[in-house]
């Protein structure tokens, strides 16, 4: 009986090991929190998560399609092949072709996407000519691969001086020959409310409370954070990249009824909940 409560005490002290994960969720097998599905490799991608290998026969594909969008920035397709998008269980086991993707500008990483359309705003796109890349990852963050490759598709992008594409310009640019008077700036997309949100040291001030909103409002979302983090919508699937110690600001139309979490990926914090009546 001794020998069996050290065996099983020192099972219990191990844990899950190799998971490649610190946050799965209950109920799944210790052999998906494992690695069951593929190989889990040792290696990892450029942002540091391990890939899971899996044979090319039936494996995951992506590819990455950017055009210009009609008022602001790009619309980018992701064309996917053996895999679908599953937003309610990441964080969860890594299960076959399952998971979401991560999108990077020359290697920065932009947002994390839950679905096959993603809207890039001209604003966060400096002059010049850089490449786009999408990456699957599992539920589990780890990095599907084939052949020792991460499975992702890239994409080649053009922003002009004015940081729109081919020249085209937003609407709080004024006309030709117009211009602001001297020492103002473009007035900013106006909205109902404004709600101020800092988050230090993995704390969010002030403390998530519950906006309420009527249908059809605006809201903007200003959010500084003391690291580089993402900030996303449930239920509307808006994504916002949050610069180290840079205010960045998400106006948002509430044309959904519900209650809605605002959130932060990396660090997993919730900021708020939009109540939309």
């Known amino acids: 009986m001794l020998a069996l409560a050290l065996l099983l005490a020192g099972g219990a002290a191990t844990g899950c090991g190799g998971r490649a994960t610190t946050h799965h969720k209950p109920g799944t097998s210790h052999e998906q929190a494992s690695g069951g599905v593929g190989t889990l490799l040792t290696a990892t991608d450029a942002t540091g998560h391990r890939l899971r290998e899996v044979p090319?026969?039936?494996?995951?594909?992506?590819?990455?399609?950017?055009r210009p969008d009609s008022e602001d920035g790009w619309n980018l397709q992701l064309a996917v092949t053996n895999y679908r998008f599953t937003p309610d269980s990441t964080g969860g086991a890594a299960l076959?072709?399952?998971g979401h993707a991560h999108l990077e500008l020359d290697g920065r990483k932009l947002a994390?996407?839950?679905g096959p359309w993603y809207h890039l705003p001209a604003a966060q796109?400096?002059?010049?000519?850089?490449?786009?890349?999408?990456?699957?990852?599992?539920?589990?963050?780890?990095?599907?691969?084939?052949a020792g490759k991460p499975v992702e598709g890239?994409?080649?992008l053009t922003a002009t001086a004015s940081g729109q594409p081919g020249g085209h310009s937003h609407g709080d640019t004024p006309p030709p020959g117009q211009t602001p008077p001297p020492g103002q700036t473009p007035a900013p997309e106006q909205a109902d409310r404004t709600v101020t949100i800092t988050v230090?040291?993995?704390k969010v001030s002030p403390a998530p409370a519950r906006t309420e909103l009527r249908r059809g409002e605006r809201v903007a979302l200003r959010v500084t954070s003391d690291r580089a983090d993402t900030l996303h919508v449930h239920g509307y699937d808006k994504e916002l990249a949050l610069p180290a110690g840079q205010e960045a600001t998400l106006i948002l139309t509430a044309d959904r009824t519900g209650l809605f979490e605002v959130e932060t990926h990396e660090s997993s914090l919730v900021l708020t909940q939009l109540l939309v009546r």
């Open 56 to 66: 090319a026969e039936g494996a995951p594909e992506v590819q990455l399609t950017v």
């Open 96 to 98: 076959p072709g399952a």
């Open 112 to 114: 994390r996407l839950y």
């Open 125 to 146: 796109v400096p002059e010049g000519t850089h490449t786009l890349t999408v990456r699957l990852y599992a539920d589990d963050h780890t990095a599907w691969a084939v």
């Open 154 to 156: 890239t994409a080649q």
């Open 200 to 202: 230090r040291d993995g």
